[in-house]
T-cell receptor
Framework: AQSVAQPEDQVNVAEGNPLTVKCTYS??????LFWYVQYPNRGLQFLLK??????LVKGSYGFEAEFNKSQTSFHLKKPSALVSDSALYFC????????????FGTGTRLTVIP | DGGITQSPKYLFRKEGQNVTLSCEQN?????MYWYRQDPGQGLRLIYY???????QKGDIAEGYSVSREKKESFPLTVTSAQKNPTAFYLC?????????????FGPGTRLTVT
């Protein structure tokens, strides 16, 4: 069965430092992976996706993610964190048997400390 | 939150009452989805619809019902049979049900049942 794990409930990073939010997945077949961000009491905003091709995917707001097939990981990264990056981040994998349904991780709360 | 609107933003109901949450999109998307978000549990799929007049149960459909009479609209009814209805409800849509299409989310409705 397909699943996504976000091993860290909370990540704290100082402003200006690089940040990483971790995600590992389990899926049959080729993985289609997504990152979303959620600000308080708002819907989710799409950041980036991996479908095929280059393992380093660039997305919105300076975020990027690295797909690693051997480690079944899709970690979200940013070279220099901003206070405004503080939010809840979700990793998701597409259900290969469903109609583009997404399975979401439990989320990681990122706090960027000024 | 793109071209997806959800209303109302906050909804309060007494236990035993049915309540309908609105979701409208002007993106001309074929597919629409309803998710439920609870703290620490990520998002869970309630129902999805790939096309007008067709919809499928997700992982937690019990106690919920939907309709898709128009392409733009996908209302969700939370019935009195739903044992724990208090949650944040998110509607989403995607161009189609192809694997590479990301979902776009509305701003959500926070339902509180007492």
């Amino acid at each position: 069965a397909q699943s996504v794990a976000q091993p860290e409930d909370q990540v704290n990073v100082a402003e200006g430092n690089p940040l990483t939010v971790k995600c590992t997945y389990s899926v049959s077949g080729n993985p289609y992976l997504f990152w979303y961000v959620q600000y308080p009491n708002r819907g989710l905003q799409f950041l980036l996706k991996y479908i095929t091709g280059d393992n380093l995917v660039k997305g919105s707001y300076g975020f990027e993610a690295e797909f690693n097939k051997s480690q079944t990981s899709f970690h979200l990264k940013k070279p220099s964190a901003l206070v405004s990056d503080s939010a809840l981040y979700f990793c998701a994998v597409r259900d290969p048997t469903g109609a583009n349904n997404l399975f979401f991780g439990t989320g990681t709360r990122l706090t960027v400390i000024p | 939150d793109g071209g997806i609107t959800q209303s109302p933003k906050y909804l309060f109901r007494k236990e035993g009452q049915n309540v309908t949450l609105s979701c409208e999109q002007n993106l001309n998307h074929d597919a629409m989805y309803w998710y439920r978000q609870d703290p620490g549990q990520g998002l869970r799929l309630i129902y999805y619809s790939q096309i007008v007049n067709d919809f499928q149960k997700g992982d937690i459909a019990e106690g919920y019902s939907v309709s898709r009479e128009k392409k733009e609209s996908f209302p969700l009814t939370v019935t009195s049979a739903q044992k724990n209805p208090t949650a944040f409800y998110l509607c989403a849509s995607s161009i189609a049900t192809g694997s590479s299409y990301e979902q776009y989310f509305g701003p959500g409705t926070r339902l509180t049942v007492t």
